[in-house]
T-cell receptor, first 116, second 113 residues
Framework: NAGVTQTPKFRVLKTGQSMTLLCAQDMNHEYMYWYRQDPGMGLRLIHYSVGEGTTAKGEVPDGYNVSRLKKQNFLLGLESAAPSQTSVYFCASSYSGQGISNQPQHFGDGTRLSIL | LAKTTQPISMDSYEGQEVNITCSHNNIATNDYITWYQQFPSQGPRFIIQ???TKVTNEVASLFIPADRKSSTLSLPRVSLSDTAVYYCLVGDLRGSTLGRLYFGRGTQLTVWP
């Protein structure tokens, strides 16, 4: 059981380049999330999805786009990378709980992205 | 957003009980309180979750007072392997309110031999 898998684990980009981070989960979870983690800032929610074909903005969505074409995958895109987007990106998923709030998130091990 | 405030760091010795408190003055009626543990180069891992009073599992206890404006994670008899960053997450995890999730900056717990 792989849980949440993030691809790639590391990447270096030049300013202005684009790339897509892939998140895959095998737990049949409805909800998926993308966070960024910066030193001293904790985890901040970028975008999230409550189901296939739906996405919504989190706390820090600017400069990112997401897509959820399949239930098990959640893609995070950077159209024109900027140095301020250098960070560690975490994907997570959780069960919707059929309306019950107390469903923990399961995290991947992160993608370390550096933008020069 | 239900902002949270935690101590930046704490130190303890092996075998001691550690209590980490999180303040969340703006917690909403439907918000749950969840604690996560994070080791270097790994994603956060769920520890415990609660809504009110006390919750206990095999690794920790969570104490929540009646006004729910704070919560305390209690780790009994810590070991070196408990050295990690601990996050308090407050939020309503239903689909309509997921955008309000706020993790906070975490508490670095260092356990010494």
């Amino acid at each position: 059981n792989a849980g949440v898998t993030q691809t790639p684990k590391f990447r270096v980009l030049k300013t202005g380049q684009s790339m897509t981070l892939l998140c895959a989960q095998d737990m049949n979870h409805e909800y998926m999330y993308w966070y960024r983690q910066d030193p001293g800032m904790g985890l901040r929610l970028i975008h999230y999805s409550v189901g296939e074909g739906t996405t919504a903005k989190g706390e820090v969505p600017d400069g990112y786009n997401v897509s959820r074409l399949k239930k098990q995958n959640f893609l995070l895109g950077l159209e024109s990378a900027a140095p301020s987007q250098t960070s560690v990106y975490f994907c997570a998923s959780s069960y919707s709980g059929q309306g019950i709030s107390n469903q923990p998130q399961h995290f991947g091990d992160g993608t370390r992205l550096s933008i020069l | 957003l239900a902002k949270t405030t935690q101590p930046i760091s704490m130190d303890s010795y092996e075998g001691q009980e550690v209590n980490i408190t999180c303040s969340h003055n703006n917690i909403a009626t439907n918000d749950y309180i969840t604690w996560y543990q994070q080791f270097p180069s790994q994603g956060p891992r769920f520890i415990i979750q609660g809504y009110k009073t006390k919750v206990t599992n095999e690794v920790a206890s969570l104490f929540i007072p009646a006004d729910r404006k704070s919560s305390t994670l209690s780790l009994p008899r810590v070991s070196l392997s408990d050295t990690a960053v601990y996050y308090c997450l407050v939020g309503d995890l239903r689909g309509s309110t997921l955008g309000r999730l706020y993790f906070g900056r975490g508490t670095q717990l260092t356990v010494w031999p």
